[in-house]
């Protein structure tokens, strides 16, 4: 993972530029609805193949049932993500690492999925929490 600090505020922007937005978004990092603030941006993904894949952190979440999720979006090489996909995987730390592993089971993908489908519908914009 970097060491480099990461805001960002979804509502204002398009999921696809948090990769590599280097605002300092006045919403992010609250419990107000929007992106939590990430201290490590990026996170590198080793593939079966041996082939590294830096991907944007966009947040950590929990799934009632099942544990802890992580959504990272794929980087290219500019640090953009010009697809939009995310991918999710189970997180958790050991110690002050980062544990990312596969989602095995369809039932457990289809539960981090919709938990991070609801998290997207539910994040406020700076309109919204301007008139909050």
Do not use: W
């Not at 922007?13 to 280097?22: E, R, Y």
């Not at 995987?89 to 002050?96: N, P, Q």
């Amino acid at each position: 993972m970097s060491e480099e600090s990461y805001t960002t505020d979804i509502g204002a922007c398009n999921p696809s530029d948090c990769a590599s937005c280097t605002a300092d978004c006045s919403s992010a990092g609250g419990s107000n609805g929007t992106i939590p603030r990430v201290p490590n941006p990026t996170i590198k993904l080793t593939l079966e193949d041996d082939t590294v894949l830096e991907c944007a952190v966009l947040t950590t979440f929990p799934v009632e049932g099942f544990g802890e999720y992580i959504a990272l979006v794929p980087l290219n090489q500019n640090g953009k993500s010009p697809e939009g996909e995310t991918y999710l995987f189970r997180f958790s730390e050991d110690g002050d690492n980062p544990v990312v592993s596969n989602i095995e089971r369809e039932d457990e993908y289809m539960a981090a999925a919709e938990a991070f489908h609801d998290f997207i519908a539910n994040l406020k914009s700076e309109k919204d929490l301007e008139e909050n």
